[in-house]
C-alpha cells in the first residue's frame, strides 16, 4: 500500500474492493499451487519407482522393465520433479501476494517462470503420453511391437503416472490466467 | 486513452511514457506473432506432406511411409495447424493492442488464449519428438528397431518439420511474458 501509493493516488478510494478481489485470487493461486505440487510429485514418485520383473527367464536374461529403459520416461521424471520443486519455492511468493495484493512485479516474476515450467511439464506429460500409446498399441507399420502384453503392471504404472502430471498442467494455465487476472485489476 | 480516464485520473501525466513503452510491446508482439504463425505453419505443412516409398518392393507390399502411418506425428499436424489458425485470428487484436495501447481485458483474453495454445503446442511438438527420438535410436529393451536406416529421408523431414514447432512455442512463451509487462505497466 505505502509503495503503491506513489503512483496511485487517484485510485485511493477504490483499492478495498480491488484488493479483496486480489486477495482472493492470491489464495486461489496458493491452493492450486499446491495441487500442482502435490501432482506433479506424486507423477515423478510413481514413475520413478516403476519396475516389474517377469516371474520367468532364461539361462542368460531376466526379462526386467524399468522406467529409465525409456529415454523419455527419465524426462518425464526430471520434468515432473523440476517442476514440483519449483512449485514449493513459489509458495513463499503465494503468500506473499495474500498479503500484498498490489504486488505487481513479483506477479510478473511468476507469470514468466509459470509459463517456462508450463512448458517443460506439457513436454514431458505429453512425450511420454506418446510413448505410453506406442506400449499399449505398438505400430504394425513401423514393426513396434505393444509390450503392455508382457508388461502389464509396468504399463498401468507409467499410464497413471500420467494423470498427476496433466492434472498439475492444467493448474500452472489456472494459474498463468489468475495471475494475468490480477495484474490487470490492480 | 478515455475509457482509462474513469480510473486512473491520478495517472494523466505518466501516461505518455507508458503508452509509449506498451506500444513498442505491442509492435513486438505483433511481429512475435507473425514468426509464431510462419513457424507453426511451416511445420504443419512440412510434417503433413511427408511421405517416402523406398526403391524396392516385394510382390505383395510396397515399403512406403507417410506421416500418418503414425498417429503421434497425425496430432503433430493437428495441433501446429490449429495454433498456426489462432494466431492469425489473434492478428486483428494484436493490431488494436498496438491502436490502444492501455486495453487490458483483451490483453487478458489473449494470455488465456496464449497459454492454452502453448500447452497445445508443445504436447505436439514433444509428443513428436518423442516418436522421432524412438525412430532414429529405437530401443532395444522394448525390441523398438530404429527405422530411419531404412526410410532416411522421411526421417530427416520429420526431424526438421519440429523446428518451427519449437520455435513457435518460445515464441508464444515471450508473448505471454510481454502481455504481463504491458498488463502491470498499465
Redesign the interface.
Known amino acids: 500500500m505505502m509503495k503503491a501509493g506513489e503512483?496511485?493516488?487517484?485510485?485511493a478510494k477504490?483499492s478495498t474492493p480491488i484488493s479483496g478481489v486480489n486477495r482472493g485470487i492470491s489464495i486461489l493461486d496458493f491452493i492450486l499451487r499446491i495441487l500442482a505440487f502435490v501432482g506433479t510429485l506424486a507423477s515423478a514418485i510413481a514413475m520413478g519407482t516403476t519396475n516389474e520383473t517377469l516371474p520367468f527367464f532364461t539361462q542368460f536374461t531376466r526379462f526386467r522393465?524399468e522406467y529409465d529403459?525409456?529415454?523419455?520416461f527419465t524426462f518425464f521424471v526430471v520434468a515432473n520433479a523440476g517442476v514440483s520443486a519449483y512449485l514449493v519455492l513459489s509458495l513463499p511468493l503465494s503468500i506473499f501476494h495474500i498479503v500484498r495484493s498490489s504486488a505487481?512485479?513479483s506477479?510478473?516474476i511468476l507469470?514468466?517462470f509459470d509459463?517456462?515450467m508450463?512448458?517443460l511439464l506439457?513436454?514431458?506429460?505429453?512425450?511420454?503420453?506418446?510413448?505410453v500409446?506406442?506400449?499399449h498399441?505398438g505400430?504394425t507399420?513401423?514393426?513396434?511391437?505393444a509390450?503392455c502384453q508382457q508388461f502389464n503392471s509396468f504399463c498401468e504404472r507409467t499410464s497413471g503416472s500420467l494423470i498427476g502430471s496433466f492434472v498439475g498442467?492444467f493448474a500452472l494455465?489456472l494459474l498463468?490466467?489468475l495471475?494475468?487476472?490480477a495484474?490487470?485489476r490492480?
Not at 529403459?69 to 523419455?72: H, Q, Y
Not at 507399420?141 to 511391437?145: C, D, E, H, P, S
Open positions: 503512483l496511485e493516488i487517484g485510485e477504490s522393465a529403459d525409456l529415454p523419455t505487481q512485479k506477479r510478473n507469470i514468466f509459463t517456462a508450463l512448458a506439457t513436454a514431458g506429460a505429453s512425450a511420454a503420453a506418446a510413448i500409446y506406442l506400449a498399441k505400430n507399420k513401423a514393426n513396434w511391437f509390450i498442467a494455465i498463468i490466467f495471475s494475468a487476472v495484474l490487470s490492480r
